[in-house]
């Protein structure tokens, strides 16, 4: 059976983005109306709704009621919980929209509580990797990172964050699947979002498990692709491209981006890798992409681009974790991004935007 998902039927981007302006006006004129103090009290405590959005998830309570409604003295049976406790959680849960509270204490899921559960496009284990034990506790070192600069890892555990996840295979194994859910939703429109069939050849670097390339490869069936990554994080890959159809097509190669990447793509693809390595570190692995491009290649980043101005943005907040858990890694500005292309031998070519907070950078060699 294929892994491929189905193409997301969206409205037009232009649609999205007047809509999302909307929510966003209507929102600060709300937070003009009322007392400042209570605004910021009630954005101040929006972290009991975002960890126990994180605990009905690491419970399974989405999947426990898929069957249908359910009484919250069963779930608690099944999920092993104290009922009261657990109805109390529920019940604020409910309040949001996220689950549905019925009669006799019972409860059923709603569009939002089905996005837990454990199926494709779920964002179950992101959700899980970025509130859980773990990263909850980085996110509690913020003082620290910002009077310092240090990463949490490095300053709570005395090592650098890939090697912390190396030595932690539980925790790996959770990042990993919340790594292959964003590439899960995202990947679709991203196909729809760029003429990939343009090339004959396209290099994934750091493409993981190659959830990218197996969508691009299921729609374009003209294109071959190398899927570059380290052999403990293309281990999944095989099978995923044979599942669907695509692994005639795509060759895995192993390696480090940091020593040198396959020659002679037509595209290389960079998708949220930069946003882990300081400037140097980005240069250093831009250049080796360089020397390994023919004159007419293209090269395409996919990354938040940080706006200047002063609207809601999840980069900027996204910014905020790869300060706490990268060393030096962040979320860029368009101009940062130039800089980064110019000091590696490359020019901006296009911006292209999507319905995702995702920016396709399109770049050349000088």
Avoid at 52 to 65: G, H, K, M, R, T
Avoid at 173 to 189: Q, R
Avoid at 327 to 340: C, M, S, V, Y
């Amino acid at each position: 059976m294929s892994d491929k998902p189905k193409d997301k039927k969206l409205p037009p981007l232009f649609v999205i983005k007047a809509t999302i302006g909307l929510r966003n006006f209507l929102i600060r004129i709300a937070k003009k109306m009322l007392p400042a103090n209570f605004v910021l009290l009630e954005e101040a405590s929006s972290f009991w709704k975002a960890k126990s959005i994180e605990v009905a998830a690491q419970l399974n309570i989405p999947d426990l009621l898929e069957p249908g409604p359910m009484p919250v003295s069963k779930l608690a049976e099944l999920s092993q919980c104290n009922e009261e406790a657990l109805y109390r959680m529920l019940r604020a849960l409910a309040g949001e929209g996220i689950f549905k509270e019925l009669r006799g204490k019972t409860f059923k899921n709603t569009s939002l509580s089905k996005a837990l559960l454990t199926k494709k496009e779920s964002v179950k284990y992101f959700v899980m990797h970025h509130l859980g034990t773990n990263n909850w506790d980085l996110v509690g070192d913020l003082f620290n990172c910002v009077k310092t600069g240090e990463n949490a890892i490095t300053h709570k555990f005395h090592m650098e964050p890939f090697e912390f996840l190396e030595k932690n295979p539980e925790k790996n194994v959770i990042f990993n699947k919340a790594m292959t859910e964003t590439a899960e939703l995202s990947g679709s429109i991203f196909v729809n979002a760029y003429n990939f069939g343009q090339y004959k050849l396209i290099v994934d670097i750091g493409g993981g498990q190659g959830h990218l390339l197996s969508q691009i490869l299921s729609k374009y069936k003209n294109v071959e692709a190398i899927l570059f990554d380290q052999p403990h994080v293309v281990t999944e890959a095989k099978e995923l491209l044979k599942r669907n159809g695509v692994e005639s097509r795509c060759n895995i190669v192993v390696g480090s981006f940091f020593d040198r990447v396959p020659a002679q793509g037509d595209l290389y693809i960079l998708k949220n890798i930069l946003h882990d390595w300081d400037d140097v570190r980005s240069v250093e692995i831009l250049k080796n992409l360089h020397a390994a491009m023919l004159p007419e290649t293209r090269l395409l980043l996919i990354e938040t681009i940080i706006k200047p101005n002063n609207k809601p943005s999840f980069g900027k907040f996204i910014d905020l974790q790869m300060l706490i858990g990268t060393t030096g890694g962040k979320e860029r500005t368009r101009e940062e991004f130039e800089k980064l292309l110019n000091d590696s031998g490359f020019k901006l070519k296009r911006i292209i935007e999507n319905a995702t907070p995702f920016s396709f950078i399109e770049a050349m060699k000088l």
